[in-house]
């Protein structure tokens, strides 16, 4: 399975996958951000700025460097919002809303999102300072989102927003530790023994 992950020709077909993914990630987000004020701008496009940072990653592996800090955001941000968009695209559902041929497509492309995260856990070098600074962009994007109301817009799940916001706070957690057991304990361990 290692081999076969960091298989030139998989990394090529997922950087490319993932780079027009990002594109169309930003323009899924441009009505929103064409009425978001500039400051919260940067946070407000969670998944593509997620898949961004592992285009960068992929493009590491490729050229035989590690960058540390964005395969942490990479990881915490792609498991956080690829399980974060699975569960509201199902919930938008439960809320009255047709599950048509977008919503499927969310729903596969975040759950690949999650899975990609998961996957090449083994292959980051991701230390402490990477992972907290991880942790403060991403519990600082639930401030900006749940406090200053820039979470993404699902007009069925408005009325939910404190709800999801609590989801979203208890999900980053459960993110930032798994990269913390997935990436820095197994490191930690394998040099133990």
């Excluded at 081999?3 to 990002?22: Q, S």
């Excluded at 007009?155 to 990269?179: A, D, K, M, P």
Aim: with cysteine.
């Amino acid at each position: 399975m290692k081999y076969l992950l960091l298989d030139r020709r998989l990394l090529v077909f997922l950087l490319i996958v993932n780079f027009f993914g990002t594109i169309y990630g930003y323009i899924w987000y441009q009505p929103q951000l064409e009425i978001t004020s500039t400051v919260f701008i940067p946070f407000v496009p969670d998944s593509p700025t997620a898949s961004l940072f592992f285009v960068i990653v992929l493009v590491g592996f490729l050229i035989g460097r590690h960058f540390g800090y964005v395969e942490a955001l990479a990881m915490v941000t792609l498991f956080k919002y690829g399980v974060w968009a699975v569960v509201m695209n199902i919930l938008t559902y439960f809320n009255g809303q047709e599950v048509g041929i977008m919503s499927l497509m969310l729903i596969v492309s975040h759950g690949a999102m999650a899975i990609q995260a998961l996957l090449f856990a083994p292959f980051y070098k991701i230390e402490w300072r990477h992972l907290i600074v991880a942790a403060i962009w991403t519990l600082h994007n639930d401030i900006i989102d749940y406090v200053y109301g820039q979470m993404p817009m699902y007009s069925t799940l408005t009325e939910y927003e404190q709800h999801i916001g609590y989801f979203t706070f208890w999900l980053s957690l459960l993110s930032i530790t798994l990269v913390y057991f997935l990436c820095i304990k197994r490191t930690q361990t394998a040099n133990l023994t």
